[in-house]
C-alpha cells in the first residue's frame, strides 16, 4: 500500500439512534461488506458481486463458497453492533497482506457513571485484553487497546481445504457517546509484515472520526 494510496479516501458515515451522525474517511482500496440489503437474496447477491472483486482469479465454486461464509458471519455482525465491515489486501515488502476494519455501537455500561473512558479502560484492563491506554481524539476521548486473538481462516479459502487456526493482531478503539452508546472501531491483520503499515492507516481513520448532531452542528464528546 502506498502513500498516494492511502492518501486517496472515501468518506462513510452513520447516524445513531440517539440522533449522534458519525463520520468517517476510509482509504481507497477497501471492499465494503453490504449491510442494506432488503433480503437474503439480495444479500447473497451483492456478496458473490464482492466475492468476485476480492478473488478476481478464482473460480466461479471458491467464489460463491467465500460469499457463503460472509453470510455465515452477519448474525455475529448483528449481535456485535456492527455498522460497517471492510476489508483491504495489499503487498508491503513482497509479502501480500489483508487487514479487515469494523465499525461498530455498543451500549453503554450503566455503571459508567461521569468518566466513561476510565470506566472502559479498566474494565479492559481487569479483562487482561491487550495493552490500554488512554487517547483524546479530535472528536473527543477515547480507549485504545492493542493485542492479539486466535482465531481460523476457513477451509473454503486455504490451500489444505482444511480450517486453519491463526493469531490475529488487532487495535480496538472506543469512544463513549453522550446519548449512551460507544462507537467501537477495530483494525485486525494476521499477517504480521502489514502490522505497521495497517496501524499507520487505522490511525489515520481512528482521527478522521467526527460527530455531528440532528441539524449537521459539529460536536466533541466531552472528556
Not at 19 to 42: K, N, Q, S, T
Not at 144 to 162: A, E, F
Request: one cysteine or more; hydrophobic letters at 40%; proline letters at 5%.
Amino acid at each position: 500500500m502506498t502513500t498516494d494510496t492511502v492518501d486517496e479516501v472515501r468518506r462513510s458515515s452513520l447516524m445513531e439512534g440517539g440522533g449522534i451522525e458519525v463520520r468517517w474517511i476510509m482509504p481507497e482500496g477497501f471492499l465494503e461488506l453490504p449491510f442494506e440489503a432488503d433480503d437474503l437474496d439480495e444479500l447473497a447477491g451483492q456478496l458473490v458481486e464482492l466475492a468476485k472483486q476480492a478473488l478476481p482469479g478464482a473460480d466461479e465454486e471458491v467464489q460463491v463458497q467465500y460469499a457463503a461464509m460472509c453470510v455465515a458471519h452477519y448474525d455475529e455482525f448483528i449481535e456485535a453492533g456492527v455498522q460497517y465491515a471492510g476489508f483491504v489486501t495489499t503487498e508491503v515488502d513482497g509479502v501480500r497482506c489483508t487487514a479487515t476494519v469494523n465499525v461498530s455501537l455498543l451500549d453503554l455500561d450503566e455503571r459508567a457513571g461521569s468518566n466513561p473512558v476510565g470506566f472502559i479502560a479498566t474494565t479492559m484492563r481487569h479483562l487482561e485484553l491487550g495493552q490500554i491506554g488512554e487517547v483524546q481524539l479530535p472528536c473527543g476521548p477515547a480507549v485504545t487497546c492493542v493485542g492479539n486473538r486466535p482465531s481460523s481462516i476457513d477451509g473454503s479459502l486455504t490451500q489444505s481445504g482444511q480450517d486453519e487456526s491463526i493469531w490475529t493482531s488487532f487495535i480496538q478503539v472506543q469512544i463513549p457517546l453522550t446519548n449512551g452508546t460507544v462507537l467501537l472501531l477495530e483494525m485486525g491483520t494476521p499477517t504480521v509484515e502489514g502490522w505497521d503499515v495497517f496501524s499507520a492507516m487505522f490511525a489515520g481513520i481512528v482521527k478522521s472520526v467526527r460527530f455531528f448532531d440532528s441539524d449537521g452542528a459539529p460536536l466533541v464528546m466531552p472528556g
